[in-house]
Each structure stands twice: as C-alpha cells, then as structure tokens.
C-alpha cells in the first residue's frame, strides 16, 4: 500500500464538551469504513481538550473525495456546539510508512 498524502486536523472541545468530541471522533471510525479511498484513519486525543484527525491516501482524487465526503460535513454540523474555534486543517506530504502486520 503507497500512502502519498494526508491530512492532519487539529480540534479544540469547548469546556466541558470533551467527553462528546471523543465520542464523535469514536464514532467516525464507522463513516471512513466507507470511504475506499481512505487507507488510514486515526482519531486521537492530545490533551484535555485537543484532539485530532490523521488520514492517508494514496492520490489526490482519494483525498479529496474525503475532504468533500461524509467526516467534514458532519464536523462542519456539530463545530459551533462541540469546537471553540475553527478547525487547524493542514494537507501533508506523507515521507515513510511502516506498515502494520
């Protein structure tokens, strides 16, 4: 599997509304389970209140069927409630890969 691209987003829960971003990240997980395009997904918790996205693609067209699929709309629907402010969407360059067994 060759995993050119990705993409990093960075999440802040507003106060108190950790416990729900981690739930709608958990929940995700069944969303990219139907999107063949995405070959990674990993939804994680940096600290109390930040979390994150990481995925990977192995094109262009895969990213980007992503980025206009399921996930950022759904993102897009509860940010005001859940976010204290705009998600740190980033598109990167993947280098290496170790895949798993």
Do not use: C, N
């Not at 063949?36 to 918790?45: C, E, K, N, S």
């Not at 409630?81 to 990167?92: F, K, N, Q, S, T």
């Amino acid at each position: 599997m060759t995993l050119k691209l990705g993409v990093l987003a960075l999440l802040t829960a507003k106060p108190g509304k950790e416990a729900e971003l981690a739930a709608f990240l958990d929940a995700g997980r069944a969303v990219v389970q139907d999107e063949p395009g995405t070959r990674v997904w990993y939804a994680f918790q940096v600290d109390g209140a930040t979390f994150g996205i990481f995925d990977a693609f192995a094109d262009e067209d895969a990213r980007r069927a992503h980025l206009t699929g399921r996930i950022p709309a759904a993102l897009a629907e509860v940010g005001l409630e859940l976010l204290a402010g705009a998600p740190d969407i980033r598109l990167v360059d993947v280098l290496a890969v170790k895949p798993g067994s």
